[in-house]
């Protein structure tokens, strides 16, 4: 059975969509006169004026629908002044519940904007109270009303209700949900403004930066170069809003990478922010150019690139801002790929000195990522121990923040993997266990990190012995990543190995030789027939075919030998 090991685990999520359908029935008494099938004789037999009363009638809810919908533009009016005079949010919140309601008992116009407009306002206000479940049923509305052929503001309220619930979602950590919401945003601002709009060049980036949060690269690298486009069809090449293109495109690159391509764009925004007088982002530009550099082993000019960066936050942010550290996390990384390891556990000191000891302005995220990152330098020099300690850390300071479920899940994940290597099996099942629950909610089912994550917990539980479980999760795996990945797929055969190891182990022996002829099949295919991975497979397949034909005791063989 293999345990692997990874600095960095990387996540992302399904798609989950809500429909919220209202189904009413009316049933009334059958009428004594239906009998007689005559709709003159009934209309004789009605007391004379009911036409008039049922005129008044009509008359009356066309009043009251008509009033509904002045007392809805009045309550909206009064919800807008108590948001922008910042007075308590509940009592906002609450006048433009009443708002909402009154709008909706009233059918005076369709659609109603100034409805739509409420909508928006109170998920708003739902979600200045923390109560982002609420908000979400009702963008989800506002966004089905608007009528995109009904003019400019219909497709401009239909754009904003999309891309504010797809800013929910994506603070949830639902990252698929808003790629969703914000891609249809940008469908229907193609569709009004065209792509040679400014506008539709700013939403062009802010999606990208969703699908580069997603792992999307491709995509990403699309619509970055969609942005661009638009400043060349604008002549705005020299601008900031272009800078800022060319660095997302170079950071996309680099994932990608294609390290000379996101240089070559990096130098193009240093250049553009330089000429604007921009220091710190020139800076933070530098990093990004050092960390090309690095990438393509010019050591001494990612050198100076860190080491002009470094200075600048000095001079700028203080000694002791999250800038400066990150710089010298950087540092560290570079010269531990020179072999130069006592300076890269010097850089990482000076790091930690900033995070352990982090200014009153810093950021949770800043601190937290910081740690992150030196524990996988530490991880790299086999200071195993070190790097756990660390990402302790780094959960300590996250906290329990529904928009990072992810990554905190990440971080449990690989404090499960190194705790393994320690031989804590107990902890590392703990946090495995804690990553996978984490995972499940914020659907995180079908991707490959979900299914590394079950199988590293099905290992610590055969360590624990606890047989019935580790089987469960390693067939979770399996699925998952047969689906991910192929049946073919290295990571895929090496989960079936443990299945059915494990199945060994419990006396299921028609189930494991079941799964270890395939895995034998998939590594002779893969691998051929001289492959030392095939011969162990093959002798071990051999073995149980052996004893299951003889019906054998198999307590007198090891767990480590069956999961061998």
Known sequence: ??????????????????????????????????????????????????????????????????????????????????????????????????????????????????????????????????????????????????????????????????????????????????????????????????????????????????????????????????????????????????????????????????????????????IIMSATGQQTDVAAIDVCIGDAYLSLARYDEAVCAYEKALNVFKVIKGDNHPSVALVFVRLAELYHKMGKFRDTKSFCENALLIYENPMPESTSDEIGYGFIEVAGIYESMNEVGVAVKLLKKALKVLGHNEGQLSLIAGVEAQVGVLCYTMGSYSESYDYLKAAVTKLRVVAEKKSGLFGFVLNQMGLACVKMELLDEAADVFAEAKSVLEVEYGGHHPNTIRVCSNLAGTYDAMGRWEDAIEILEYVVGMREEKLGTASSEVDDEKLRLTRLLKDAGRYRSKKDLSLEFLLA
């Open 1 to 270: 059975m293999e345990a692997r090991t990874s600095s960095t685990l990387k996540t992302s999520t399904h798609t989950k969509s809500n429909k919220y359908l209202s189904v009413k029935s009316v049933s009334s008494p059958k009428s004594p006169n239906r009998i007689t099938g005559s709709k003159s004789l009934s209309d004789k037999n009605k007391p004379l004026g009911s036409r008039t009363i049922t005129r008044k009638n009509s008359l009356q809810v066309s009043n009251r629908r008509e009033e509904s919908s002045y007392l809805g533009t009045y309550l909206l009016k009064q919800t807008r002044e108590l948001l922008s005079s910042k007075e308590d949010p509940k009592k906002a919140l609450e006048v433009g519940i009443r708002a909402m309601k009154a709008f909706e008992s009233s059918r005076v116009q369709k659609p109603n904007l100034e409805y739509v407009m409420c909508l928006h306002i109170v998920a708003a206000l739902y979600c200045s109270l923390g109560q982002y479940n609420e908000a979400i049923p009702i963008l989800e509305r506002s966004i089905e009303i608007p009528d995109v052929s009904g003019g400019h503001k219909n497709s401009l309220a239909k754009f904003a209700g999309c891309m504010r619930l797809g800013d929910i979602y994506a603070m949830l950590g639902y990252v698929e949900n808003s790629i969703l919401c914000y891609t249809a945003g940008l469908r229907v601002q193609r569709q009004v403004l065209g792509v040679t709009d400014p506008r539709f060049g700013e939403t062009c980036r802010y999606v990208a930066e969703a699908h580069v949060q997603a792992l999307e690269f491709d995509e990403a690298k699309k619509l970055c170069q969609m942005a661009l486009d638009v400043h060349k069809a604008n002549d705005t090449t020299a601008s900031v809003e272009a800078a800022a293109d060319h660095r997302l495109m170079g950071l996309v690159c680099d994932a990608k990478g294609e390290y000379v391509a996101a240089l070559e764009h990096f130098v193009s925004s240093n």
